[in-house]
């Protein structure tokens, strides 16, 4: 006959770890709910590409490093305020269809 001996700390561990669980399941519930209240107050796309053109142009018509044609310049505007409102994967993905699932990076 065998007797096993019962652990009281693995109960406590694994209420502590329960716990730790519980507090990044909420943080990160916290931070979904942070990111999401912007997005529902989101603009309308035709005014979004609007107000981003008006943006750019105007930059382009002031910025004196833009209009002489520096090329560190042109791109740091085109990453900062073209960019993030495009996503260049879907659109790669589109673009390719069926193909792209086999593509290699």
Do not use: C, N, W
Not at 15 to 29: D, H, P, S
Not at 55 to 61: C, F, H
Not at 72 to 89: M, N, V
């Amino acid at each position: 006959m065998t007797i096993h001996a019962i652990s009281i700390e693995a109960p406590v561990k694994r209420k502590g770890a329960m716990r730790a669980l519980a507090g990044v399941r909420t943080a990160a519930g916290v931070l979904l709910l942070a990111l999401a209240i912007p997005a529902l107050a989101q603009e309308a796309p035709d005014a979004l590409v609007k107000r981003v053109s008006q943006e750019a142009l105007q930059i382009i018509k002031t910025d004196p490093k833009v209009q002489a044609g520096d090329q560190a310049r042109i791109r740091d505007l085109i990453e900062t305020k073209l960019t993030p409102h495009f996503d260049i994967d879907r659109m790669t993905a589109l673009a390719a269809g069926r193909a792209y699932r086999s593509a290699t990076p």
